[in-house]
């Protein structure tokens, strides 16, 4: 045990990643040129587009808005007190008026617009801002299907509502079409930095799965695990769930698991065929990856022919998926024709792809899910839409025949649609990691 510490010492002090990784404050720089640019530029056509002329957004300390946080600039890490914002269209071209109705201003985007001393009474406040500009469509966050766009409270709604004039209440509607935009949608500026988050990634787990952290017969898979989650916190980033390590193997008796069913710890051999699932936050993006190493025996020097003919299923399917990601088609659309294109090419495919971005299981049309491969009503009916992310998640199964067994190749990319056509935002997996056994 003592040994294993030591290596686990060393290896942290070992740089990862080619990627310059940002000090924090640099990160804060960044993320406020983003939101400068995706409330200049993102955000004005998205409420043109969905017919929103005032989007009010709210959150109680500690009780984020999903949307709402995703608006508040580098320094500010929850909301404070009772944040409201106002967000007005005014159309024709015209810039943006966001406002806070609250103690402080938000940063340099939202101007501060309550003045306590002059009304106590912070409803009246925001009724007055909404009242002086009568906007047609009044969008706040309230949604039955999807969760990151139900950001308002039943408090808030309800107080929200009285303190509105009656002659407004039929012009309140569910932003959730504008809230669903504003977080699927990525920005120009997001895009440059996207494609380094995702090859942070691929370089940490082509590392966990080296010999440089695996000795077959002594490490486990939890070893591996631990080792991502300390790398990850050591380059300054975070992990939006706990990554897993699992094994499949020649042995015969061992089922096929669900996604529920998480192996238990397992040393790792020669012969294992190793799968990693992980994912890290930065500039509030996040990464979802999964990917395969074979752990060669003594002597191979590859892996067997059933194994590398597998992989080249899962490629393939990822294929079939991603060509047919078209732009106004929705995820169910998509499943369900890529599936049937799937089986007709002799695969046995496994399709739970979903959007990605400021949330790891972001807002967006949903493509499948492992246990729903006849498709989802209205999330599964989302369509398509330009400029957005997606984790490239799926399984195919094959008859491996070194084995005598079926196996799955579960794989997991990031990849970005830009209306045209989809490209992986740093690559995919199409060999496997080798880990040496001699």
């Known amino acids: 045990m003592r040994s294993l510490l030591v290596l686990f010492l060393v290896l942290l002090s070992l740089p990862v990643s080619a990627v310059n990784v940002a000090s924090m404050k640099q990160r804060a720089q960044i993320i406020d040129n983003i939101l400068q640019q995706r409330f200049e530029q993102v955000l004005p056509h998205l409420m043109k587009r969905t017919g929103i002329d005032m989007w009010v957004t709210m959150s109680r300390e500690y009780n984020e808005d ?80 999807f969760a990151l766009a139900d950001g308002m409270s039943s408090t808030e709604k309800a107080q929200f509502m009285a303190a509105l004039p009656d002659k407004l209440h039929a012009r309140v509607v569910s932003a959730q079409e504008l809230a669903i935009a504003w977080l699927e949608t990525r920005s120009e500026l997001e895009m440059t930095y996207y494609p380094q988050l995702a090859e942070i990634g691929h370089e940490l ?44 193997r020649a042995t015969k008796g061992q089922e096929q698991r669900d996604f529920s069913q998480r192996p238990e710890e397992n040393v790792i051999q020669p012969g294992d065929l190793l799968h990693v699932d992980f994912g890290i936050t930065y500039l509030r993006l996040n990464t979802d990856q999964q990917q395969h190493a074979y752990v060669l ?63 790891g299981h972001a807002a967006g049309p949903t493509i499948g899910m492992w246990d729903a491969q006849e498709g989802l009503p209205v999330v599964g009916d989302y369509p398509l839409y330009p400029n957005t992310a ?17 196996i799955r190749i579960m794989l997991e990319e990031d990849a970005f649609f830009d209306g045209k056509q989809v490209r992986y935002l740093d690559g995919r997996q199409q060999k496997f990691h080798l880990i040496s056994s001699d």
Do not use: C
């Open 66 to 145: 999903p949307v709402l946080k995703t608006m508040l600039p580098s320094t500010w890490l929850s909301a404070r007190r009772h944040t409201m914002l106002v967000i007005y269209y005014p159309g024709d071209g015209q810039p943006l008026e966001t406002l806070a109705v609250a103690r402080y201003a938000m940063g340099d985007t939202f101007e501060k617009a309550w003045d306590k001393d002059a009304q106590p009474d912070q409803w009246a406040a925001l009724a007055e801002i909404i009242k002086t500009r009568d906007p047609d469509r009044i969008g706040i966050n309230v949604s039955k299907s």
């Open 205 to 248: 787990i082509a590392k966990a799965f080296s010999n440089a952290v695996v000795t077959p017969g002594k490490t486990s898979t939890d070893d591996i695990v631990w080792w991502l989650r300390d790398q990850s916190k050591a380059m300054g980033l975070e992990n939006w769930f706990h990554p897993t390590v699992s094994i499949q």
């Open 297 to 359: 025996r003594p002597g191979e020097t590859e892996p067997p022919a059933g194994l590398v003919k597998a992989l080249k299923a899962g490629n393939q399917l990822q294929d079939i998926l991603t060509g047919n990601f078209i732009k106004g088609r929705s995820g169910n659309e998509i499943l369900r024709t890529s599936r049937h294109q799937a089986v007709k090419a002799g695969i046995t495919p496994s399709i739970y792809t979903h959007p990605l971005g400021f949330h």
């Open 390 to 406: 997606y984790s490239i998640e799926l399984n195919a199964t094959s008859y491996v025949p070194e084995w005598d067994k079926k």
